[in-house]
T-cell receptor, first 112, second 113 residues
């Protein structure tokens, strides 16, 4: 059974600070996804990481993937209030036409 | 255009009702998915359709019945639901069934009385 663990589950930080969210998964997979969800809203795709060593950046967010360690990180640089949301990592469940297994999510609050 | 639409946005139903949720995409995607999300929890996979055929059913109770009439449409038929089925139901689609990004619709917030 595939397990996806995120930490921390809750993070309160000040604007301007840097922080990292971690995502560990239990079985071999070279496909990892990061999504953002605002309260009461749907999921917005942030990054798709498809190979070992992949690094992607968009604005103040940067995601990386280490398939050997089964670890992905989402790094936030100089946080701003607009980044407050819940962030989920997700891993493809199996090969073939499969859905995603999500981590529990990191509820991020960025205070002025 | 990466839009997945879902109707209705909100649905309130009694335990004896029959209702349907609808999902539509016009991106030419060949895989479509239903997820269920309870409050403050991650989405949980319910069903996967690949090329209009049901490929995964994650042990979902039979009171939920999916249907994929064509490559653009996905329905979820609901019957004799329980109050614990109240949740946000999310539809997603992807270009192919493997590595591609899944794009999520806005969801249907279901309340079962």
């Amino acid at each position: 059974e595939l397990k996806v663990e995120q930490n921390p589950l809750f993070l309160s930080m000040q604007e301007g600070k840097n922080y990292t969210i971690y995502c560990n998964y239990s079985t071999t997979s070279d496909r990892l996804y990061w999504y953002r969800q605002d309260p009461g809203k749907s999921l917005e795709s942030l990054f798709v990481l498809l190979s070992n060593g992949a690094v992607k950046q968009e604005g103040r967010l940067m995601a990386s993937l280490d398939t050997k360690a089964r670890l992905s990180t989402l790094h936030i640089t100089a946080a701003v209030h607009d980044l407050s949301a819940t962030y989920f990592c997700a891993v493809m469940y199996r090969g073939g036409a499969d859905g995603l297994t999500f981590g529990k999510g990191t509820h991020l609050i960025i205070q002025p | 255009d990466t839009e997945v639409t879902q109707t209705p946005k909100h649905l309130v139903m009694g335990m004896t009702n029959k209702k349907s949720l609808k999902c539509e995409q016009h991106m030419g995607h060949r895989a479509m998915y239903w997820y269920k999300q309870k409050a403050k929890k991650p989405p949980e996979l319910m069903f996967v359709y690949s090329y209009e055929k049901l490929s995964i059913n994650e042990s979902v109770p039979s009171r939920f019945s999916p249907e994929c009439p064509n490559s653009s449409l996905l329905n979820l038929h609901l019957h004799a639901l329980q109050p614990e089925d109240s949740a946000l139901y999310l539809c997603a689609s992807s270009r192919g069934p493997t590595t591609d990004t899944q794009y999520f619709g806005p969801g249907t917030r279901l309340t079962v009385l």
